[in-house]
Protein backbone atom coordinates (compact mmCIF):
# COMPACT_ATOMS: atom_id res chain seq x y z
CA UNK A 1 0.00 0.00 0.00
CA UNK A 2 1.08 3.40 -0.40
CA UNK A 3 2.53 5.44 2.58
CA UNK A 4 0.54 8.01 3.49
CA UNK A 5 3.15 11.01 2.96
CA UNK A 6 3.58 13.51 1.02
CA UNK A 7 5.61 16.61 0.14
CA UNK A 8 6.38 19.21 2.32
CA UNK A 9 4.80 22.19 2.22
CA UNK A 10 7.31 25.31 0.92
CA UNK A 11 9.03 27.52 3.44
CA UNK A 12 8.40 31.01 3.73
CA UNK A 13 8.53 33.13 0.55
CA UNK A 14 7.48 30.01 -1.83
CA UNK A 15 4.43 28.44 -2.81
CA UNK A 16 2.91 25.64 -4.60
CA UNK A 17 -0.39 24.76 -6.64
CA UNK A 18 -3.11 22.04 -5.76
CA UNK A 19 -5.30 20.77 -8.88
CA UNK A 20 -8.84 20.29 -7.73
CA UNK A 21 -10.42 19.76 -11.24
CA UNK A 22 -11.46 16.50 -10.37
CA UNK A 23 -13.37 17.96 -6.89
CA UNK A 24 -14.46 20.97 -7.56
CA UNK A 25 -14.52 20.71 -11.03
CA UNK A 26 -16.78 18.02 -10.73
CA UNK A 27 -19.34 20.17 -9.80
CA UNK A 28 -19.64 21.52 -13.33
CA UNK A 29 -20.07 18.04 -14.77
CA UNK A 30 -22.67 17.22 -12.46
CA UNK A 31 -20.46 14.75 -10.07
CA UNK A 32 -20.16 12.52 -13.53
CA UNK A 33 -16.43 12.59 -14.98
CA UNK A 34 -15.92 10.07 -17.84
CA UNK A 35 -13.09 7.52 -17.04
CA UNK A 36 -10.95 8.91 -20.07
CA UNK A 37 -11.39 12.68 -18.84
CA UNK A 38 -10.16 11.62 -15.14
CA UNK A 39 -7.26 9.43 -16.44
CA UNK A 40 -5.81 12.06 -18.55
CA UNK A 41 -6.37 15.09 -16.02
CA UNK A 42 -4.36 12.55 -13.65
CA UNK A 43 -1.61 12.18 -15.98
CA UNK A 44 -1.45 15.77 -17.14
CA UNK A 45 -1.15 17.08 -13.79
CA UNK A 46 1.22 14.70 -12.74
CA UNK A 47 3.65 15.10 -15.36
CA UNK A 48 3.51 18.87 -15.58
CA UNK A 49 5.14 18.79 -12.19
CA UNK A 50 2.06 19.39 -9.52
CA UNK A 51 2.63 17.14 -6.42
CA UNK A 52 -1.11 17.53 -4.63
CA UNK A 53 -3.99 16.82 -6.12
CA UNK A 54 -7.61 16.99 -5.01
CA UNK A 55 -10.04 14.18 -6.37
CA UNK A 56 -13.70 12.82 -5.78
CA UNK A 57 -16.99 14.24 -5.06
CA UNK A 58 -17.52 18.51 -5.05
CA UNK A 59 -19.10 17.85 -1.86
CA UNK A 60 -16.42 15.37 -0.51
CA UNK A 61 -16.20 12.12 0.60
CA UNK A 62 -19.53 11.03 0.94
CA UNK A 63 -21.39 13.34 -1.55
CA UNK A 64 -22.55 11.12 -3.78
CA UNK A 65 -25.42 10.14 -0.83
CA UNK A 66 -26.75 13.54 -1.37
CA UNK A 67 -25.87 14.29 -4.65
CA UNK A 68 -25.74 11.13 -7.35
CA UNK A 69 -22.27 10.25 -9.32
CA UNK A 70 -20.97 7.38 -11.65
CA UNK A 71 -17.77 7.29 -9.32
CA UNK A 72 -18.05 5.77 -5.34
CA UNK A 73 -14.98 7.32 -2.78
CA UNK A 74 -13.43 4.02 -3.51
CA UNK A 75 -12.98 4.34 -6.75
CA UNK A 76 -11.75 7.97 -7.59
CA UNK A 77 -9.32 6.17 -4.53
CA UNK A 78 -8.15 3.66 -7.27
CA UNK A 79 -8.32 5.89 -10.03
CA UNK A 80 -6.05 8.35 -7.95
CA UNK A 81 -3.55 5.66 -6.93
CA UNK A 82 -3.78 4.23 -10.87
CA UNK A 83 -2.57 6.76 -12.49
CA UNK A 84 -0.38 9.11 -10.00
CA UNK A 85 2.74 8.31 -9.16
CA UNK A 86 4.37 8.31 -6.19
CA UNK A 87 6.12 11.77 -6.18
CA UNK A 88 2.43 12.95 -6.37
CA UNK A 89 0.04 12.63 -3.48
CA UNK A 90 -3.70 13.01 -3.40
CA UNK A 91 -5.92 13.78 -1.15
CA UNK A 92 -9.93 13.86 -0.60
CA UNK A 93 -12.34 16.89 0.94
CA UNK A 94 -14.04 16.14 4.30
CA UNK A 95 -17.06 17.28 5.58
CA UNK A 96 -17.77 16.30 9.25
CA UNK A 97 -21.10 17.20 8.88
CA UNK A 98 -20.99 14.36 5.77
CA UNK A 99 -18.11 12.15 6.02
CA UNK A 100 -17.62 10.30 9.78
CA UNK A 101 -14.05 9.81 11.22
CA UNK A 102 -14.39 6.39 9.45
CA UNK A 103 -15.12 7.57 6.19
CA UNK A 104 -11.79 9.43 6.68
CA UNK A 105 -10.04 6.54 7.88
CA UNK A 106 -11.48 4.10 5.03
CA UNK A 107 -9.53 6.09 2.32
CA UNK A 108 -6.72 6.81 4.86
CA UNK A 109 -6.54 2.94 3.84
CA UNK A 110 -7.03 3.20 0.70
CA UNK A 111 -3.96 5.27 -0.49
CA UNK A 112 -5.43 9.06 0.46
CA UNK A 113 -2.46 11.06 1.91
CA UNK A 114 -4.03 14.41 2.56
CA UNK A 115 -7.34 15.67 4.32
CA UNK A 116 -8.98 18.97 3.70
CA UNK A 117 -11.25 19.62 6.48
CA UNK A 118 -14.39 21.91 5.22
CA UNK A 119 -16.30 23.93 7.65
CA UNK A 120 -18.20 27.29 6.87
CA UNK A 121 -15.89 29.98 8.90
CA UNK A 122 -18.62 30.48 11.45
CA UNK A 123 -18.57 27.21 13.11
CA UNK A 124 -14.88 26.15 12.87
CA UNK A 125 -14.47 24.48 15.98
CA UNK A 126 -16.52 21.36 13.84
CA UNK A 127 -13.25 21.04 12.07
CA UNK A 128 -11.41 20.10 15.64
CA UNK A 129 -12.62 16.00 16.01
CA UNK A 130 -11.52 15.43 12.33
CA UNK A 131 -8.62 17.27 12.27
CA UNK A 132 -7.59 15.30 15.22
CA UNK A 133 -8.38 11.78 13.90
CA UNK A 134 -7.05 12.52 10.17
CA UNK A 135 -3.56 13.32 12.09
CA UNK A 136 -3.65 10.04 14.00
CA UNK A 137 -4.31 8.56 11.03
CA UNK A 138 -0.78 9.84 9.22
CA UNK A 139 -2.59 12.40 6.79
CA UNK A 140 -1.63 15.89 6.24
CA UNK A 141 -4.37 17.82 7.21
CA UNK A 142 -5.69 21.00 5.88
CA UNK A 143 -8.68 23.58 7.21
CA UNK A 144 -11.03 24.65 4.30
CA UNK A 145 -12.47 27.67 6.51
CA UNK A 146 -15.27 27.97 3.54
CA UNK A 147 -17.32 31.77 3.47
CA UNK A 148 -14.46 33.50 4.71
CA UNK A 149 -15.90 36.86 3.38
CA UNK A 150 -18.05 36.10 6.61
CA UNK A 151 -15.84 37.97 8.76
CA UNK A 152 -13.39 40.92 8.99
CA UNK A 153 -9.99 40.81 8.79
CA UNK A 154 -9.37 40.52 11.79
CA UNK A 155 -11.66 38.06 13.06
CA UNK A 156 -10.47 35.65 10.04
CA UNK A 157 -6.81 36.16 11.97
CA UNK A 158 -8.46 35.33 15.82
CA UNK A 159 -9.72 32.32 14.18
CA UNK A 160 -7.07 31.09 12.95
CA UNK A 161 -5.12 31.37 15.92
CA UNK A 162 -7.91 29.14 18.17
CA UNK A 163 -7.71 26.72 15.28
CA UNK A 164 -3.84 26.52 15.33
CA UNK A 165 -4.03 26.31 19.09
CA UNK A 166 -6.82 23.70 19.19
CA UNK A 167 -5.79 21.17 16.85
CA UNK A 168 -2.24 22.37 15.11
CA UNK A 169 -3.52 21.41 11.38
CA UNK A 170 -0.67 21.49 8.42
CA UNK A 171 -2.89 24.16 6.47
CA UNK A 172 -5.13 26.70 6.80
CA UNK A 173 -7.13 27.65 3.91
CA UNK A 174 -9.15 30.94 3.78
CA UNK A 175 -12.01 30.05 1.08
CA UNK A 176 -13.58 32.92 -0.93
CA UNK A 177 -16.95 30.48 -1.02
CA UNK A 178 -19.06 33.42 -3.30
CA UNK A 179 -16.11 34.87 -5.15
CA UNK A 180 -16.63 38.40 -3.67
CA UNK A 181 -12.70 39.30 -2.58
CA UNK A 182 -10.89 42.14 -4.03
CA UNK A 183 -7.53 41.58 -4.50
CA UNK A 184 -6.31 44.36 -1.92
CA UNK A 185 -8.43 42.77 0.18
CA UNK A 186 -6.87 39.36 0.16
CA UNK A 187 -3.32 40.92 -0.03
CA UNK A 188 -3.89 42.26 3.27
CA UNK A 189 -5.59 39.33 5.16
CA UNK A 190 -2.71 37.35 3.90
CA UNK A 191 0.42 39.64 5.22
CA UNK A 192 -1.62 39.55 8.23
CA UNK A 193 -2.22 36.40 8.75
CA UNK A 194 1.30 34.87 7.52
CA UNK A 195 2.59 37.39 9.68
CA UNK A 196 0.83 36.11 12.94
CA UNK A 197 0.08 32.34 12.19
CA UNK A 198 2.55 29.60 12.64
CA UNK A 199 0.70 27.46 10.21
CA UNK A 200 1.25 27.87 6.50
CA UNK A 201 -1.79 29.28 4.73
CA UNK A 202 -3.54 28.77 1.61
CA UNK A 203 -6.47 30.13 -0.50
CA UNK A 204 -9.00 28.72 -2.51
CA UNK A 205 -11.10 31.35 -4.61
CA UNK A 206 -13.80 31.30 -7.56
CA UNK A 207 -14.45 33.48 -10.21
CA UNK A 208 -17.89 35.27 -10.00
CA UNK A 209 -16.30 38.77 -10.70
CA UNK A 210 -13.37 37.64 -12.54
CA UNK A 211 -10.86 37.69 -9.75
CA UNK A 212 -9.83 34.25 -8.98
CA UNK A 213 -6.19 34.75 -10.80
CA UNK A 214 -5.82 37.72 -9.43
CA UNK A 215 -7.03 37.11 -5.71
CA UNK A 216 -4.74 34.14 -5.79
CA UNK A 217 -1.69 35.80 -7.01
CA UNK A 218 -2.24 38.59 -4.42
CA UNK A 219 -2.52 35.51 -1.65
CA UNK A 220 0.94 33.69 -2.97
CA UNK A 221 2.05 37.81 -3.12
CA UNK A 222 1.44 38.06 0.36
CA UNK A 223 2.54 34.85 2.28
CA UNK A 224 0.01 31.88 0.81
CA UNK A 225 1.96 28.38 0.59
CA UNK A 226 -0.40 26.99 -1.65
CA UNK A 227 -3.36 27.88 -3.48
CA UNK A 228 -5.36 26.13 -5.56
CA UNK A 229 -6.66 26.11 -8.77
CA UNK A 230 -8.40 23.96 -12.19
CA UNK A 231 -7.80 23.12 -15.55
CA UNK A 232 -9.90 25.97 -17.24
CA UNK A 233 -11.17 26.97 -14.33
CA UNK A 234 -13.61 24.62 -14.17
CA UNK A 235 -15.35 24.20 -11.02
CA UNK A 236 -18.58 24.68 -8.84
CA UNK A 237 -20.68 28.18 -10.87
CA UNK A 238 -18.44 30.23 -12.33
CA UNK A 239 -15.40 28.61 -11.24
CA UNK A 240 -11.85 29.00 -9.88
CA UNK A 241 -8.44 30.22 -10.69
CA UNK A 242 -7.08 29.03 -13.98
CA UNK A 243 -4.12 26.03 -13.59
CA UNK A 244 -2.56 26.65 -17.01
CA UNK A 245 -3.16 30.78 -16.83
CA UNK A 246 -1.78 31.09 -13.22
CA UNK A 247 1.47 28.43 -14.33
CA UNK A 248 2.08 30.67 -17.23
CA UNK A 249 2.42 33.60 -14.79
CA UNK A 250 4.94 32.26 -12.45
CA UNK A 251 7.01 31.29 -15.52
CA UNK A 252 7.14 35.03 -16.70
CA UNK A 253 7.57 36.45 -13.08
CA UNK A 254 10.40 34.27 -12.29
CA UNK A 255 11.48 34.27 -15.90
CA UNK A 256 11.99 29.99 -15.37
CA UNK A 257 9.29 26.86 -15.92
CA UNK A 258 8.20 25.87 -12.70
CA UNK A 259 5.06 23.91 -14.38
CA UNK A 260 4.37 22.44 -17.29
CA UNK A 261 2.66 25.22 -18.73
CA UNK A 262 2.31 23.84 -22.53
CA UNK A 263 1.04 20.06 -21.32
CA UNK A 264 -1.66 22.05 -18.82
CA UNK A 265 -2.79 24.11 -21.63
CA UNK A 266 -3.58 21.32 -24.40
CA UNK A 267 -5.26 19.45 -21.50
CA UNK A 268 -7.22 22.33 -20.93
CA UNK A 269 -8.27 22.51 -24.47
CA UNK A 270 -8.56 19.48 -25.94
CA UNK A 271 -9.70 17.43 -22.96
CA UNK A 272 -11.22 19.60 -20.14
CA UNK A 273 -12.58 22.82 -22.48
CA UNK A 274 -14.60 20.19 -24.18
CA UNK A 275 -16.90 18.66 -21.80
CA UNK A 276 -20.29 18.99 -21.75
CA UNK A 277 -20.69 21.45 -18.33
CA UNK A 278 -24.08 22.02 -16.83
CA UNK A 279 -25.65 25.34 -17.26
CA UNK A 280 -25.39 28.15 -14.91
CA UNK A 281 -26.95 31.54 -14.02
CA UNK A 282 -24.93 34.08 -14.70
CA UNK A 283 -27.12 37.17 -12.87
CA UNK A 284 -27.08 34.84 -9.77
CA UNK A 285 -23.07 34.57 -10.03
CA UNK A 286 -22.70 38.30 -10.25
CA UNK A 287 -25.02 39.15 -7.64
CA UNK A 288 -24.28 36.39 -5.36
CA UNK A 289 -20.88 38.04 -5.06
CA UNK A 290 -21.84 41.32 -4.53
CA UNK A 291 -24.32 40.47 -1.87
CA UNK A 292 -22.06 37.57 -0.21
CA UNK A 293 -24.82 34.74 -1.19
CA UNK A 294 -23.70 31.39 -1.45
CA UNK A 295 -24.90 29.43 -4.57
CA UNK A 296 -26.94 27.22 -2.54
CA UNK A 297 -29.38 29.37 -1.60
CA UNK A 298 -30.21 30.06 -5.11
CA UNK A 299 -32.82 27.46 -6.27
CA UNK A 300 -34.75 29.23 -2.95
CA UNK A 301 -34.19 32.57 -3.85
CA UNK A 302 -35.46 31.79 -7.03
CA UNK A 303 -38.40 29.73 -6.19
CA UNK A 304 -39.37 32.42 -3.69
CA UNK A 305 -38.71 35.04 -6.47
CA UNK A 306 -41.41 33.14 -8.41
CA UNK A 307 -43.81 31.88 -5.83
CA UNK A 308 -44.10 35.81 -4.36
CA UNK A 309 -43.50 37.72 -7.34
CA UNK A 310 -40.87 39.64 -5.47
CA UNK A 311 -37.66 41.46 -7.32
CA UNK A 312 -34.54 38.74 -7.29
CA UNK A 313 -32.29 41.97 -6.93
CA UNK A 314 -34.39 43.35 -3.79
CA UNK A 315 -34.55 39.51 -2.33
CA UNK A 316 -31.01 39.24 -2.63
CA UNK A 317 -30.15 42.30 -0.57
CA UNK A 318 -33.23 41.51 1.66
CA UNK A 319 -31.47 38.11 3.06
CA UNK A 320 -28.03 39.20 2.61
CA UNK A 321 -28.05 40.54 6.40
CA UNK A 322 -29.67 37.23 7.53
CA UNK A 323 -26.94 34.75 6.03
CA UNK A 324 -24.14 36.84 7.27
CA UNK A 325 -25.58 36.28 10.89
CA UNK A 326 -26.55 32.16 10.49
CA UNK A 327 -27.08 29.32 7.62
CA UNK A 328 -30.36 29.96 6.27
CA UNK A 329 -33.08 27.39 5.81
CA UNK A 330 -35.41 27.31 2.42
CA UNK A 331 -38.28 27.89 4.89
CA UNK A 332 -35.72 31.48 6.16
CA UNK A 333 -35.81 32.40 2.83
CA UNK A 334 -39.47 32.39 1.99
CA UNK A 335 -40.30 34.34 4.82
CA UNK A 336 -37.58 36.92 4.00
CA UNK A 337 -39.66 37.14 0.34
CA UNK A 338 -42.98 37.55 1.88
CA UNK A 339 -41.91 40.12 4.30
CA UNK A 340 -41.10 42.34 1.34
CA UNK A 341 -44.82 42.08 -0.06
CA UNK A 342 -46.62 44.96 0.58
CA UNK A 343 -49.01 45.12 3.87
CA UNK A 344 -52.89 43.78 3.14
Not at 118 to 124: E, M, Q, R, S
Not at 153 to 179: K, Q, T, W
Not at 195 to 223: I, K
Request: proline share 3%; net charge negative; aromatic share 6%.
Amino acid sequence: MRQNTVPSLPQPGRHTFMDCTLRDGSYSVDFHFDAQTVETVLTCVAAAGLEWVEVGHGLGIGGGTVAGTNLSDEQWGELATRFLPESCRWGMFVQPGLASVADVRRMAGAGMSFARIGVDILAYEEAYAHVRQARELGLTVFVNLMKSHLVGLDEAVRIGLDIERACAPDGLYFVDSVGQFLPEQTARLFAEASRRLRTPLGFHGHNNLGLANANTLAATNNGAAIVDCTLAGLGRDAGNAVLEQLAAVLELQGGKRVYHTDALAHASEHCVSRLRTVATDRELQVLGALYGLHSKYFPAIDDAVEAYAVDRTRLMEAVKPHAYERDLTRTDIEAIAKSLLPAA
